[in-house]
């Protein structure tokens, strides 16, 4: 364990386990809350942008930074990078690959820019494909790559409401009119309605047709459990700062063995071995106590319980989205299918998509309920309110939401 021990853990409560029958019984998620020091302003039900730290992760965070500060550069200059080469050891077993198949980034937009941006195996006259639910970053890197590689970008809008087969026969559809199409991006849960995408079996299907994928998962590590070579993907960037709940700042860039040739070092970076990894992004002077706090993070998250956490996710936003369905005046975006849902929901009132009416939404939903919440625009069939719990949100977070929407889709 690194900055708290187990017993620590043990002693404030936590007792879980990797075990996800544990997400139906309330009482341990009550002492998994009591873990997080939450604002009591609002309902905090926004917790997509970055995920809080855990009690035990902020003061591990706080002592590292203390130590860096008092030792500064002999520290930095002698003993980070051992230390670095520690965290990224325990990373890449978290996410179940080799470590030199990893490099760290200040967050999964630095890191999926870089694939981006460096992919070179496109040619003039080439396609990439991209889609609406895609991360408004990502979506202006595909489409800078018509500049920087001529190619042809090309945005699908993916079906609503959406269905496993579904969604595989949208990008199946796209790959078959398009057959210059040699990059795709795909997310494997959406920042916009929480969708998960079947990523394996896209991943592979466009593998038949000489089509790579770089895959956005910015959202899924530490909220859905899953290991990295589950997708199938050969380029992944991910978060540390949202579902495992690290210091704002961390990301991850992974590229399968082999496939480094594959993407440009970083404006011409030599400083590894010709094909590491790491030569694929260069952020400069790191936030040294963020990345040493990695490890605690994976410390409390594995503590709680990679399943039981992503089951207790999964039960939150079950608790709105399911009842809300059949109310009258109010749509729910998210799929009813498991395999497609995630933390995140999404909703609008029935009627209303414009980006205006959705901004009102949110406001009315903390103006008139305190309940804090963010619009989302940038969906193909128009804009929506999304709703983000935590492991710290409570039964009656959820319930104050569901009346709260009610009233509305009501009026």
Known sequence: MTGFTRRGLMGAGLALGPVAAAAADGDPWAKVAAQFDVTREVVQL???????????????????????????????????????????????????????????????????????????????????????????????????????????????GLPEPATHQ?????????????????????????????????????VAMARARGVDAIVDSAHAWGQLDFKLPDLGADFVGLNAHKWIGAPVGVGVLYIRQGRAVDIDPYMGSADYPEGDVRDRIHSGTANFAAFLAVADALDFHE???????????????????????????????????PRLASAIGAVRLRGRSSPAENAQLARTLLDRFGIFTVARTGLASGACVRVTPAIFTRDTDIDRLVAALRTLGAS
């Open 166 to 202: 579904g969604l595989i026969d949208a990008y199946a559809k796209a790959l078959a009119d398009n057959p210059r199409i040699r990059l795709i991006l795909l997310t494997q849960v959406s920042h916009r309605t929480g969708l998960v995408a079947p990523v394996a079996e896209i």
């Open 303 to 337: 503590q709680v319980g990679v399943g039981a956490k992503a089951a207790r996710l999964a039960q939150l936003r079950a608790r709105w989205t399911d009842p809300l369905r059949e109310a009258g005046g109010i749509e729910i975006l998210t799929p009813p299918d």
């Open 46 to 156: 926004e917790n997509g942008n970055w995920g809080m730290m855990a009690r035990p992760v902020l003061e591990a965070y706080g002592r590292h930074q203390e130590m860096v500060n008092r030792r500064t550069s002999y520290y930095s200059r002698r003993l980070y990078g051992p230390n670095l080469e520690r965290v990224r050891d325990r990373v890449a077993a978290s996410l179940g690959v080799d470590k030199a198949e990893i490099a760290f980034t200040r967050g999964a937009t630095e890191a999926l820019q870089a694939l981006i941006g460096g992919y070179n195996r496109l040619r003039p006259g080439d396609a990439v494909l991209y889609a609406d639910l895609d991360y408004d970053s990502m979506q202006s890197a595909m489409r800078w790559l018509k500049a920087r590689r001529g190619v042809q970008p090309i945005a699908i």
